[in-house]
């Protein structure tokens, strides 16, 4: 069992930056794929970035790549989304989730374990 917890999330002007954090607790953290996934209102959850166990692979939803930087720090239990030039359609809840696996996934189907949320807003 692994319990997630976001933070790093608020209020920013477009242009602006945010540092999400993912404190993990439980078992083996430095084994599961980490992602982060967001969604706003009435829409779906949808893929935002992953980071292999290692850290040695990351990946990136297209709308974001550029801008948004995943890592990880396996000694803290802890995974980052650094998120820079922000725009008003990167509103939304953000969350981290878990996978029991090496290799990372894109859809919300390929996580087992998932925080709470943070809300990040970013105004005009």
Known sequence: QVQLVESGGGLVQAGGSLRLSCAASGR?????????????????REFVAAITWSGDNTYYADSVKGRFTISRDNAKDTVYLQMNSLKPEDTAVYYCAARVDYGVGFTIHEYDYWGQGTQVTVSS
């Open 28 to 44: 083996a953290f430095s084994r599961y794929a980490m992602g982060w996934f967001r969604q706003a209102p009435g829409q779906e």
